[in-house]
C-alpha cells in the first residue's frame, strides 16, 4: 500500500474507530450476559484494536477470557491494565482478578 493510502486510511480509523469500538462493545456485551464467551471475546478484541484506549473494553475481554476459563490471556487483559491506567477503578478491579488468579 502506498503512503497517501496509509495515510487515509489512519485518518479514516482515527475518526470512526471509537464508534466502531462502541458498537462491537454493546456486541461483546450481549454475548458475555448470555454466556456466550468465546463469542464475547472476538466482539472485545475488535472493541479493542479500533480503541486501544477504552479500558473498559481490554477489562471486559480479560473477563471474558477468565469466565472461559483462560487465565493465561486473562492476565494479559489486566496486566495491560495496570501498565496501561495506573491508578484508575479499572486498574484496582484488575488487580484484584489477579489477586485470584494468583490464588487459584
Known amino acids: 500500500a502506498t503512503d497517501n493510502f496509509r495515510n487515509v486510511y489512519m485518518t479514516i480509523r482515527t475518526l470512526i474507530g471509537p464508534d466502531v469500538s462502541t458498537a462491537y462493545y454493546e456486541s461483546g456485551m450481549t454475548e458475555y450476559n448470555v454466556g456466550n464467551y468465546t463469542e464475547a471475546i472476538n ?6 484494536s479500533f480503541n486501544a484506549e477504552d479500558p473498559k473494553a481490554l477489562y471486559q475481554l480479560g473477563e471474558a477470557y477468565y469466565k472461559n476459563d483462560d487465565m493465561e490471556h486473562a492476565a494479559e487483559c489486566y496486566n495491560q491494565i495496570l501498565e496501561l491506567f495506573p491508578g484508575s477503578n479499572t486498574a484496582y478491579n484488575a488487580q484484584k482478578r489477579l489477586n485470584t488468579i494468583e490464588e487459584q
Do not use: G
Not at 43 to 48: K, L
Open 43 to 48: 466482539y472485545f478484541q475488535m472493541a479493542v
